[in-house]
């Protein structure tokens, strides 16, 4: 889609043409999903190839970085409302702390374990897209002011996507439901930003 080269290297052998089709097939049935059609902004398609894959890049980056933030924010908030819930509930009907201890709070320790993992982890996976997203404006910076020709570019965005690539294929999962809550938002701020890249880039001569 970004019209970048292969990296054997930095992404692994590309997969066999059977294993594409088995997992394409295995998605939706084999059925085109409507909402990943212009899932990157379509202002894009009035920059040059090299300007508009950085734009998508950055995009990505964003997206991701927020989504994790807005997940890490509610998780928390549910663990500090459940816990606060039980403490509450059971200090009212008389238990003794070590009844509490005993009787609810070790049920529901490994629940609270995992919560406080995943806030830990989607706030990693986020500092890490919000770096990257740093050095695709870096990029765009020094594409916009021509201090790099479209081959140098290129490569540059290769290296990019590397990185995205190794960032995405070890982040922890986010749940669907929450994807598909939040994007509505997260893509009308995706679209009024890319409406400024592509300002800035007429304004740039391009």
Known sequence: MLNLGWDDIGVGYRPDEE????????YRGGKEDPQLKDWYPTAVVDLPLSLGRIVCQ???LRWDAALR???RTWLACILLIL???????GFRNGASLEQLTVGVLAPIFPMFLWGIRQ????GEAADTSDLLREKSSMLWTAAIEKQLSD?????RSRQLQNAIFSRRSTAPMIFDWIYKLLRR???ERMNVAAAEFVRQAKAGGF
Do not use: C, K, P, W
């Open 119 to 122: 806030f830990q982890e989607q």
């Open 83 to 89: 816990g606060a819930t039980v403490a509450f509930i």
């Open 58 to 60: 950055r995009t990505n």
């Open 151 to 155: 081959e140098e570019l290129s490569v």
């Open 185 to 187: 938002s997260e893509e």
């Open 69 to 71: 933030r807005r997940y």
């Open 19 to 26: 294993d594409i089709h088995a997992a394409s097939s295995a």
